[in-house]
Nanobody, 116 residues
Framework: QVHLVASGGGLVQAGGSLRLSCAAS????????MAWFRQAPGKDRELAAA????????YYLDSVKGRFTISRDNAKNTVYLQMNSLKPEDTAVYYC?????????WGQGTQVTVSS
């Protein structure tokens, strides 16, 4: 079992920045690929960014490339999402996600609201 706790959301003006954190506890964090999903009101949940267990493989949704940076600190059992140049369309609930083989876990969401 992996327990994920996300934090760092909030209200920010367009062009601003936020850093989300997801602290993991339970099984060995470094064995898990990690990701941030987001879900805007009335829309499906989408994968915003992902990082492999070693950090060597990283994925970004096209619309966040160049603005968001995902990183992990395996010593602190934490994954981060640095979000810069935020846009109103980035407004969503952001969810932390962990996966290893067929096992996956979700954290609670953290609300990000970007005002125009």
């Amino acid at each position: 079992q992996v327990h994920l706790v996300a934090s760092g959301g909030g209200l920010v003006q367009a062009g601003g920045s936020l850093r989300l954190s997801c602290a993991a506890s339970g099984r060995t964090f470094s064995n898990y690929a990690m990701a941030w999903f987001r879900q805007a009101p009335g829309k499906d949940r989408e994968l915003a960014a992902a990082i492999s267990w070693s950090g060597a493989i990283i994925y970004y949704l096209d619309s966040v490339k160049g603005r968001f940076t995902i990183s992990r600190d395996n010593a602190k059992n934490t994954v981060y999402l640095q979000m810069n140049s935020l846009k109103p369309e980035d407004t969503a609930v952001y969810y932390c996600y962990a996966r290893r083989y067929s096992l996956d876990y979700w954290g609670q969401g953290t609300q990000v609201t970007v005002s125009s």
